[in-house]
T-cell receptor, first 114, second 108 residues
Framework: DAGVIQSPRHEVTEMGQEVTLRCKPISGHDYLFWYRQTMMRGLELLIYFNNNVPIDDSGMPEDRFSAKMPNASFSTLKIQPSEPRDSAVYFC????????????FGPGTRLTVL | GQNIDQPTEMTATEGAIVQINCTYQTSGFNGLFWYQQHAGEAPTFLSYNVLDGLEEKGRFSSFLSRSKGYSYLLLKELQMKDSASYLCALKSNYQLIWGAGTKLIIKP
């Protein structure tokens, strides 16, 4: 298996622009998580899905952030409009219900908002 | 509520042993994970404890005491490649509540 795939790996954009981050979880995994990591705040859970349904989005910082999972093999995290304080590394992770719930992380997207 | 505490940074010598502690408070405990994260990379799974005691996996071991709200990760025969951040995470339902991580610096 190729593992969790994220794109793009790096994104540099200007304040006010829309940013879309993409994730393909490991095939067969039924949980998908979006995280944000910064030096100041560490690893923060933004939202997670079970069987493509959003379960908890309480970590989404504000209405500028939205996430979708239209099918079992694809999810997006969108920021519109982006702000400099959104600069961080965004990780997608997936897990399988019956496998001890170990989460497998993608390589992350490093977002810089100028 | 839930709270996780681990040291910010530790330094150890190549070939030595180091213990990274994690204390936690939670209203519902379903297990504790340790992850390793090298700079610029994603976290990777190291260990999972749900019952009290020591779990050994090669050079790495993890210990849990649920009554004390305490876990540690023990790294033996340290190698330079062990320089990384080590994150403790509480399992709550299907979420993980993450500690801030301990940056481990290995010196020759």
């Amino acid at each position: 298996d190729a593992g969790v795939i994220q794109s793009p790996r790096h994104e540099v954009t200007e304040m006010g622009q829309e940013v879309t981050l993409r994730c393909k979880p490991i095939s067969g995994h039924d949980y998908l998580f979006w995280y944000r990591q910064t030096m100041m705040r560490g690893l923060e859970l933004l939202i997670y899905f079970n069987n493509n349904v959003p379960i908890d989005d309480s970590g989404m910082p504000e209405d500028r952030f939205s996430a979708k999972m239209p099918n079992a093999s694809f999810s997006t995290l969108k920021i519109q409009p982006s702000e400099p304080r959104d600069s961080a590394v965004y990780f997608c992770a997936s897990s399988f219900t019956q496998a001890g719930n170990e989460q497998f992380f993608g390589p992350g997207t490093r977002l810089t908002v100028l | 509520g839930q709270n996780i505490d681990q040291p910010t940074e530790m330094t150890a010598t190549e070939g030595a042993i180091v213990q990274i502690n994690c204390t936690y408070q939670t209203s519902g405990f379903n297990g504790l994970f340790w992850y390793q994260q090298h700079a610029g990379e994603a976290p990777t799974f190291l260990s999972y404890n749900v019952l009290d005691g020591l779990e050994e996996k090669g050079r790495f071991s993890s210990f849990l005491s649920r009554s004390k709200g305490y876990s540690y990760l023990l790294l033996k025969e340290l190698q330079m490649k062990d320089s990384a951040s080590y994150l403790c995470a509480l399992k709550s339902n299907y979420q993980l509540i993450w500690g801030a991580g301990t940056k481990l610096i290995i010196k020759p």
